[in-house]
Nanobody
Framework: QVQLVESGGGLVQPGGSLRLSCAAS????????MSWYRQAPGKERELVAL????????NYADSVKGRFTISRDNAKNTVYLQMNSLKPEDTAVYYC?????????WGQGTQVTVSS
């Protein structure tokens, strides 16, 4: 059974950092582009960051450029999101996503709350 399991969320003060992880299983991880999305209360889910299969290319939402870094370790079947200089507006549930053609998988999400 395909699984994407996020971890690393929590409560952090403005200006702080968190590192999210997403562990994948039961599919060929290295063949899939991986992304992080987030959804804040009352808002639509939005793309935060994307990384290609070999990690050679990344893309970020304008709101997180220069603060967030996506990376992947294909040997560990894991994708990461390093989040620095966090702001209250980064508060959301963060979801891991895997895509290859018509195959799309989602994790269950991890809550990130930025508050003093």
């Amino acid at each position: 059974q395909v699984q994407l399991v996020e971890s690393g969320g929590g409560l952090v003060q403005p200006g702080g950092s968190l590192r999210l992880s997403c562990a994948a299983s039961a599919f060929t991880f290295r063949w899939y582009a991986m992304s992080w999305y987030r959804q804040a209360p009352g808002k639509e889910r939005e793309l935060v960051a994307l990384i290609t299969t070999a990690g050679g290319s990344t893309n970020y939402a304008d709101s997180v450029k220069g603060r967030f870094t996506i990376s992947r370790d294909n040997a560990k079947n894991t994708v990461y999101l390093q989040m620095n200089s966090l702001k209250p507006e980064d508060t959301a549930v963060y979801y891991c996503n895997a895509v290859r053609g018509d195959n799309v998988y989602w994790g269950q999400g991890t809550q990130v709350t930025v508050s003093s």
